[in-house]
């Protein structure tokens, strides 16, 4: 009976971990703001906050890094499909300029992966 | 390409503020002040960030019409990293203490398991003996493991898996599992009645010591840009109302008279209005020889002036200053991705999952398949494979790398823009040179003066007549004389006539210098000087004639010379495996005889810009990777079109801006270095890459149990937590090997 029950805990909790990260609804602290705000995004225990970013398409918008966690993981925002990479300082704002660009989704992270976020132009 | 940002906020330092009221009051008082584009409070550090063109005052009086105390706070950039410096040790050591607190720990009770043997839980009094030390873990999990379950649980929430959430799982399980044994033991089977507490302390504390030596070595890996940093002076000596005053940097400006006197840094870039001196420029450019400055040069901040005072006129301050802009390329290029690492960024972005499954199908085929006792080996699989699998160093693997390499590239003078040109820099196939300013010094230059009397007498008469030509062989020659100090006199009856040469009275002395025209002209006999004059027309020279009160007395060649280091970067660039070809406006003639001299096989002449542009699209047609080197506003299309273009420093903005890799110094022995540190940036990258693979594939495996057959044994979960923190050390270890990359020129 215990082994059935520890085969059935274990199976279950493959199935969470694939539902969870790849296949469930993802919950995300989503933002939109109008391209003259700027808006601040917490650096802080490996989640960006928001880690969904809502701005218009085709303007400049700035956004403010508040980065809380010490550890180098954080240290680098990369916007890869912009081409935007910012240094965060520590305890600080540090100001990320998007440039304009066309409607889509464009993740960014850190130097790791292991932060990671998605901006949306719409 | 990466455009990164810098905060370049006016920050003050407020007083009086103590809640989120007094934030909103004074971010919404400031923000009605006339060029702030936005203002933020910081309650915990109490300063205000306001961002646009505001001046200072207006913003502390709008503080103080809101009923705070604000003043500026003056902070440079090398002050601000300083501060981060400083963060970054606090760090360091605060994972020092939680490391030498949890082994403090954990090694006693892994003495004690190894030493009695008696870690399992079977009477009352281990009970509570193992209860206390489960309480006493359970401390160490929190005050020195803490960050890894509030960042696992977060990250959690976010449908997000990081290093955290291996770390927090694997020691998790295992205390969990210990905890359960020490209350209830007698629902387990006897030979399951092991405690892992020691392995939940130590592994806590191993990763922490990981991280601590980790944090200090990657602070080396920045030391690129911090050394450039420190090239920026703090303070300047600037005239105001007819006095000098030493003032801090940020309040320079554009416009402004500066002094800098022998030994001191160059502050800002500017003109020199008075005075000459040495100025060692070797920390901009590579350049190893100082340059004399006078009336008219220009100097370049972070610059060392040497041995005059000057006094100059500053052109650009703050960040529009090179020194600022080449420390911000530098910055750039070192969070730039490398296309290598897609595979990476990839594996990345699963990994933890990933390895989440694969811990609970191998303890789940333990559980099942295993020897006794089942629990406790199941137990053990899954904490060693949470615990071995290391995210990090997959991930730390690429950026370290180039963040070491674009910052030993900065030493050299080679700015690469991002990483993408990095790697390119390593497969190119063929080298397409621009030849004025690049294989030759791009100014004209005397080159020969044959007479038949007396050579310096010759070439003060000539330089006299010359004087009033605007022609650039004109300056060639007027130029040499005062490289001679002859002493001219100003030329009477001047005359220049189109496409044969000029005239003129010096000293009474009728004076010509032309081509062979002029001299027919002048009914002047060439002898055996025509001769003479041809073997100099080979070699890529532009020869003229010199008569003085009709006859001739001599040829003067002008060229553009070579650069003195031109043909010893070709021979490096041809060892490096690169095909060399000329490109150039200029006629055939002088490009062959400049080919000739260097040993370049292929000379594309006479060219247009956009025929430079189109050589490369031909060549990349043919499958070649094309690297171009130019200087000029006519080589951007080209430098835009290649593979990767390579800018010669001294050239042109647009030329900068269109090129992947700028060169500070106007050498191109600076292709070659590009060349050998992308290579070898590329190598340290790629051994970074296969040790994190071949980490985690042999790690994995084997924490799971693969040996087990062979060693009937499973490995331990410590030690899966010591090879954790050694592989992101490792990797980052490696990195900085590189900052010991020497180009084979300065071997």
Not at chain 2, 134 to 146: E, H, K, M, N, S
Not at chain 2, 273 to 281: A, I, K, M, P, Y
Not at chain 2, 330 to 349: C, T
Not at chain 2, 638 to 644: G, K, S
């Amino acid at each position: 009976m215990a082994e059935v029950l520890v085969n059935i805990v274990g199976v279950l909790m493959i199935l969470a971990v694939i539902w969870w990260f790849w296949l469930g609804p993802k919950r995300s602290t989503s933002k939109a703001t109008p391209s003259t705000d700027n808006l601040q995004i917490l650096v802080k225990d490996g989640v960006y906050e928001p880690d969904l970013i809502r701005l218009p398409a085709g303007r400049t918008a700035t956004l403010h890094f508040h980065r809380e966690d010490p550890s180098p993981c954080s240290e680098w925002v990369l916007f890869p499909d912009l081409e935007v990479s910012a240094q965060l300082a520590l305890n600080q704002d540090t100001l990320v300029e998007i440039p304009k660009a066309e409607p889509g989704e464009y993740p960014f992270n850190c130097q790791m992966q292991m932060y990671r976020g998605t901006l949306i132009l719409e | 390409m990466t455009k990164e940002q810098q905060s370049a906020p006016t920050v003050f330092r407020l007083s009086g503020v103590n809640c989120a009221g007094c934030i909103n009051k004074i971010e919404t008082a400031v923000k009605t002040v006339a060029g702030v584009t936005d203002a933020r409070v910081n309650l915990s550090d109490k300063t205000l960030s306001v961002y646009g063109s505001a001046e200072a005052e207006s913003c502390i009086e709008a503080v103080r019409s809101a009923g705070y105390g604000a003043e500026l706070l003056r902070s440079s950039e090398r002050e601000q990293r300083a501060e981060q410096r400083e963060q970054t040790q606090r760090h360091y050591r605060q994972q020092l203490w939680r490391s030498a607190f949890a082994l403090g720990v954990g090694v006693p009770m892994m003495a004690w398991g190894l030493i009695t043997d008696r870690v399992s839980v079977n009477t009352p009094v281990e009970q509570l003996a193992w209860g206390v030390m489960g309480l006493i873990t359970l401390a160490v999990l929190v005050f020195c493991g803490g960050n890894f379950f509030s960042g696992a649980w977060k990250a959690l929430r976010h449908h997000n898996a990081t290093m955290d959430t291996l770390v927090a799982l694997g020691t998790g399980t295992a205390w969990l599992f210990s905890m359960i044994v020490v209350l209830v033991p007698h629902l387990l089977p006897e030979a399951a009645r092991h405690v892992y507490f020691e392995a939940s302390a130590m592994i806590i504390g191993l990763i922490s010591l990981g991280q601590a030596l980790e944090i200090r070595a990657r602070g080396r890996t920045s030391a690129a840009v911090e050394k450039l940093l420190e090239l920026q002076d703090t303070s300047a000596r600037v005239l105001r109302d007819g006095r000098e005053v030493d003032l801090p940097i940020e309040q320079v400006q554009q416009g402004d008279q500066l002094r800098v006197r022998p030994g001191e840094k160059i502050p800002v870039d500017g003109t020199v209005l008075e005075g000459r001196s040495l100025v060692d420029e070797s920390m901009l450019t590579g350049e190893p020889v100082p340059v004399k400055k006078a009336e008219g040069d220009s100097l370049a901040a972070g610059t060392l002036n040497k041995n005059g005072s000057l006094l100059f006129r500053a052109d650009k301050v703050g960040s529009d200053t090179r020194l600022a802009q080449i420390i911000e390329m530098v910055k750039n290029a070192q969070s730039s991705r490398v296309p290598i690492a897609r595979l990476a960024d990839k594996i990345s972005g699963i990994f933890v999952p990933v390895v989440m499954i694969i811990a609970l199908v191998a303890a789940l085929v333990w559980f099942n398949l295993g020897p006794d006792p089942r629990v406790a080996h199941m137990l053990v699989v899954l904490t060693s494979v949470l615990i071995i699998a290391c995210p990090c160093a997959l991930g730390l693997a690429t950026p370290m790398s180039v963040m070491v390499g674009v910052g030993k590239g900065a030493e050299y003078g080679v700015l690469v823009r991002n990483g993408k040109a990095l790697q390119q820099s390593c497969t190119l196939d063929v080298l397409v040179v621009d030849k004025t300013g690049t294989l030759t010094e791009g100014s004209p230059r005397l080159t020969d003066i044959d007479s038949d009397g007396d050579s310096d007498e010759l070439l003060r008469l000539v330089a006299s007549l010359e004087q009033g030509s605007e022609h650039p062989l004109a300056e060639a020659i007027v130029t040499a004389a005062h490289d001679k100090n002859l002493e001219l006199q100003s030329p009477a009856n001047f005359e220049a006539i189109t496409a044969h040469g000029v005239s003129g009275d010096i000293g009474g002395s009728r004076v010509l210098l032309g081509n062979t025209k002029l001299m027919q002209k002048e009914a002047i006999s060439l002898d055996a000087w025509s001769e003479r004059a041809a073997k100099l027309a080979e070699a890529g020279r532009t020869v003229m004639y010199a008569a003085v009160d009709g006859k001739l007395r001599g040829i003067i060649a002008v060229a553009d010379p070579i650069r003195a280091d031109a043909q010893a970067a070709i021979e490096r660039l041809s060892k490096l495996g690169l095909r060399i070809e000329m490109l150039t406006g200029d006629n055939h003639g002088s490009a062959e005889a400049v080919a000739r001299q260097l040993g370049i096989d292929r000379v594309h002449a006479e060219l247009l810009p956009e025929d430079k542009e189109g050589i490369v699209a031909e060549l990349q047609k043919k499958g070649e990777r094309v690297g171009m080197v130019g200087d000029g506003i006519n080589d951007a299309p080209a430098l835009a079109r290649a593979d990767v273009g390579f800018a010669i420093g001294a050239g042109t903005d647009v030329a900068i801006e269109s090129a992947d890799v700028t060169l500070m110094r106007s050498s191109l022995h600076g292709v070659a270095n590009a060349v050998e540190l992308s290579r070898a940036t590329l190598h340290n990258i790629k051994q970074n890459l296969f040790g994190a693979f071949i980490y985690n594939t042999l790690g994995i495996p084997i924490a799971a149990g693969v040996l087990y057959p062979i060693t009937g044994m499973l490995l331990s979960p410590i030690v899966a937590g010591g090879a954790m923190a050694l592989s992101s050390l490792t990797v980052v270890s490696n990195a900085n090997r590189l900052r010991f990359f020497k180009p084979s020129e300065a071997r």
